[in-house]
């Protein structure tokens, strides 16, 4: 997470990624996907806490990578939080035993 959202690196991805006729239809009533779904596992690094009661600053970025996924068809996202990264070795590596449990318990 970078500044509430997405980096610029994967926002350009993203731009790259939404093509109109590519891996989305647009149409009178709106855009229709054309990808088929499957499960999709974001991880997403942090400094401080987006979660739970610690958290202090707000989440726009899982909200628009599932809206970037649903307009391509993607619906099965999987959010895997690593917080407070960056604050100190203990809080790294319980943020990384978090992180872990999280993609263990949904593979």
């Known amino acids: ?8 690196v994967l926002k350009a991805w993203i731009d ?3 093509r109109a006729g590519r891996t989305f239809a647009v ?6 996907p054309l990808l ?10 942090s400094g401080g806490y987006v979660n ?4 202090r600053q707000p ?3 899982t909200l628009y990578l ?22 100190s070795a203990e809080l790294r590596q319980q943020a990384f035993a978090q992180a872990r ?4 318990d949904l593979l």
């Not at 997470?1 to 610029?8: E, L």
């Not at 149409?27 to 229709?32: E, I, L, N, Q």
């Not at 599932?66 to 990264?85: R, Y």
């Open 52 to 55: 739970g009661e610690r958290a």
């Open 1 to 8: 997470m970078h500044n509430y959202t997405v980096p610029a």
């Open 16 to 18: 790259q990624v939404l």
């Open 101 to 104: 449990k999280q993609m263990a």
């Open 66 to 87: 599932k809206a970037v996924f649903a307009t391509i068809g993607i619906n099965n996202v999987n959010f895997i939080a690593l917080e407070a990264a960056s604050r």
């Open 27 to 32: 149409t009178p009533s709106g855009k229709v």
């Open 59 to 61: 989440d726009f970025l």
């Open 36 to 45: 088929s779904n499957r499960p999709v596992y974001v991880v997403v690094s």
